[in-house]
C-alpha cells in the first residue's frame, strides 16, 4: 500500500479510536429466559410483536417456546420466517411489509445473524422510511430510533444481537454491504441455551468458530482499548474451553458458556471493529452464499499467518492468557499455537482448508474486500486490492503454498 493510502487508513482509525469513549455504543439488557420477554414487553408499553426468523428455525420448533409463552402472557404476534442466510434487501422489504400490514410495534429477531440483521434492516427502514438500504450503507446514517428490538440469538456465533451493524445482500448485484449505526444495538438480548440445545454439530462449530474470530480480530486490532480486550481474552478463552465438548456432548452447561462469550466477542468486535477475516468472508458470501461463519474458520488462520510478525505479539498474550504458552516462550511460537488450535478445532470439526473461489471472481472479491475494509478495519498489516486477490488464490487454491 502506498504512503498515502497508508497514512489516510491509520489516521482515519486513530480518529476512530479516539471518538470511541464518546460515542453512544451501548450494550445490551440481558435477558436470561424467553418466559422473560412479556414482561420486558409490558415494561415497554408493546402490544404486537413482529418475530423475524427463517424456515429451518421454525421446522425445527424453535420458535414454540417463545410463541407459546407470548400467547400465554395475552399478545398477538406477526412471523416473518423467510430470511435466507445472507439477508437480502427482498428479505428486509417483505419483513417490512408484514410488520406494517399486521400492525406490529416492535421486533423480535429469533435466530442467528441472519434474521437479527435482516430485523435491523426493517428497524432502519421504519425508522428512515425515506430512504433505501443502499442510501443508508455505510456509517452513521440512520441517527433516529428504531422500534425496540429484541434479540434472541440460537447460536453461539455471530454476536449481532450485541452490534450496531447490518449486513444485507443487494438482490439485484449480490454486492453484501454493511449499515452501522448505534440505533441499531439490540435494547435486550436474550441468552437462552434451551434455544440451542438441538443445533446439528456443524452449526455449532461454524458459529462458534465465527465468535472466536470476531474475538481475535477485536484483540489484535490496533483500535481496542481496556474494556475490548478483557471482553475478547474472556470470549477467546471460553470458546476454547468448551466449543469441543458443545460440538459432541451438547451439555447445557457448555451451550451456555458459548453463548456468553459469543455476547462478549459481539461487545469486542462492535467496538474495537474486525479485520480483513471479516472483509474477505463478506464479499464470498455475497457472491456464493458462503455461510459465514464457515467462511472465517477457513479464512481465520490463512489471514493470521499472512499477517506474520505484525500479530505476533498479540497473539502471543493470546497464548499466555489460554494457557498454550508462558511468559518465556517466544512470541512467534507463541502466536503459532493460537494459529496451530485453531487449525485442530477446524480439522476436528470437519472444516475444509479450502473454500470454492471462481478464478474469474477474484478481482470483483477483492474489489469488495478493499472497499469494505479500508479505511474502517483497524488491522495489524494494511493490505492493498493486489494482496488480497493473493489471499484469495490462497483461500481458493489447494495447492497454494
Sequence with gaps: MNIFRRIYCRTFQIVLKLALPFLPYRDPEIIEHIEGIADVLKENGKSKPLIV????????GLTKGLENSLTESGYNYAIYDGVVANPTTDNVAEALN???????????????GSPMDCAKGVGARLARPKKSLGDLRGILKIRKKIPLLIAIPTTAGTGSETTLACVIVDSETRHKYAINDFPLIPRYAVLDEKVTMSLPPHIVATTGMDALTHAIEAYIGKSGNRSTRRDALSAIKTIFENIEQSYTEKTPEARKNMLVAAHYAGRAFSKAYVGYVHALAHALGGK???P?????????PIVLEAYGKKAHKKLWKIAVYCGMADKKTPKAEGAYAIISAIKELNEK???PERLTVNEEDIEQLARYADKEANPLYPVPRLWTRKQLKELYKKIGDTNAE
Design 53 to 60: 426468523t427463517d424456515k429451518t428455525i421454525r421446522a425445527l
Design 288 to 290: 456464493y452464499d458462503t
Design 292 to 300: 459465514h461463519g464457515l467462511a472465517n474458520a477457513v479464512i481465520l
Design 98 to 112: 408484514e410488520y406494517k400490514q399486521s400492525g406490529c410495534d416492535c421486533l423480535i429477531a429469533f435466530g442467528g
Design 349 to 351: 470439526f470437519g472444516i
